[in-house]
Each structure stands twice: as C-alpha cells, then as structure tokens.
C-alpha cells in the first residue's frame, strides 16, 4: 500500500519518540519529509513526458509548466501524437535549468503551434504532500525516507536548542549527533539506491549526480 503524508508522518513521528508533537510539530515534520523527499529524488527521480504547443516562434521555450523538474534529456519537435514521426524529430538543445528554458540549438528553429514532446525527470510526490494525489516511488524505500526525515528533524531541532542560551549545549550536541547520525543512515541508504538504479541501466538518471555521493559531496 502506498504511503500518504499522514502515514509517512506518523512513522517519523515514531521514530523521533515524538507521537504527540510536544516537541516537532506537525509542520516541522512535513518540511523535515519535504527535505528527504527532495534528495531522495535527486539520486531516483520520477521520469514524466510531457507535451507542449507552442505559441510563438522561437529557440527559447519555457519549462515552467513541468512541475517539479529536474531535468529536461530529450525533446521532440515538431510533434503529432495521432501520428508519430518515425523516426521522431529529435532536437539538440541545453536546458538552463536557472531560467527554467530549453535553448534549441539545431539548424531548426521551433515554430508556433509546433508541438514540444519533453521527455524529464522530476521531484517524486508524496501523497498529500504539497498537493501532490499520488505516491510515486516504490514502497520499499518508505523505510529510508522516514529514516531520512527524522534527521533532518533533528538537525533542525538541534539549531533552536543552540540559539536558546539558558539551554545546556550538551543537549543540543547530542540531539544534532542523533540527527547527524540518521542522515548518515539515510545517505548510505541513497548509494544503495543508486546502484540499484544502475543496474537496472536506467537512461534518464544524471550518472553525474550519483557519482557525487560516491565522493562523498553530499553530506
């Protein structure tokens, strides 16, 4: 069965010894959720298609309609679905992701009213979770998102109980190296991920991403 926030939640709740909210609140355990979510999807992102008719000439099209994208690895153009062009009019491009645009580079400059086929991967989606009618990644790693989100959690706590100064520092050390501890967890968890994801030979994964956990950048 799928995990909806309320049950992710609950089962971050459990592991912070926290079922009541006394100390997180039910906002500071979603946005805990949200953070491990987003890294989560950087090493397993969902894969979507999506199409859109252009409205006027040009080699700079907006992204911004892909929800959650992280990254555009191939685009169509022109398209039509009632009958695919075989083979399909593969276009050469950059994605500048900071503008969230696609630049076409190729001799063809997109018309208005061509179709744009992009194929991306974007942010999984955690249902009940900004928005979000679905759970999109595999039940099996439920586990390592509450594992992720309750370090966060802590870490995040462990940042208040320093900046309350009647408060004993050893309490906020050993909170942080609680929290620090679960990410740890977490993020050995993410390198199984990955090479679970390379040996499935998934296309649409930035291998350049996952090589940075193996140096060990993401901490």
Same mark, same amino acid.
């Given at each position: 069965m799928s995990a909806t926030l309320s049950t992710l939640r609950d089962r971050v709740e459990r592991i912070l010894a926290d079922n009541?909210?006394?100390?997180?609140?039910?906002?500071?355990? =979603?946005?805990?959720?949200? *953070?491990?979510?987003?890294?989560?999807?950087l090493v397993n992102?969902?894969?979507?298609?999506?199409?859109l008719t252009l409205s006027a000439d040009g080699r700079e099209i907006s992204t911004s309609t892909l929800s959650g994208l992280l990254r555009v690895y191939e685009i169509w153009c022109d398209?039509?679905?009632?009958?695919?062009?075989?083979?399909?009019?593969?276009r050469p491009f950059e994605h500048w992701r900071d503008q969230a645009k696609v630049y076409v580079t190729g001799d063809y400059e997109p018309q208005s009213g061509d179709v744009v086929r992009f194929f991306y991967t974007k942010l999984q989606?955690?249902?009940? @979770?900004?928005?979000?009618?679905?759970? !999109?990644?595999? =039940?099996?790693?439920?586990? @390592?998102?509450?594992?992720?989100?309750?370090?966060?959690?802590?870490t995040s706590r462990a940042v208040d109980l320093t900046e309350q100064v009647t408060l004993d520092r @050893? !309490?906020? *050390? *050993?909170?942080?190296?609680?929290?620090?501890?679960? @990410? *740890?967890e977490f993020r050995a968890g993410l390198k199984g991920v990955s090479r679970r994801i390379a040996a499935a030979g998934r296309s649409d994964v930035e291998l350049g991403d996952l090589d940075r956990w193996a140096a060990g950048e993401w901490r």
């Open positions: 009541s909210n006394v100390i997180w609140s039910t906002d500071d355990v =979603d946005e805990s959720i949200r *953070q491990a979510l987003h890294e989560y999807s992102p969902l894969a979507a298609i999506a199409t398209y039509d679905a009632s009958d695919p062009e075989y083979p399909a009019n593969r989606a955690l249902s009940g @979770l900004d928005s979000a009618t679905s759970t !999109t990644y595999p =039940d099996e790693d439920e586990t @390592l998102l509450a594992t992720g989100a309750a370090g966060f959690a802590a @050893l !309490t906020a *050390q *050993q909170v942080r190296a609680w929290g620090m501890a679960k @990410l *740890q």
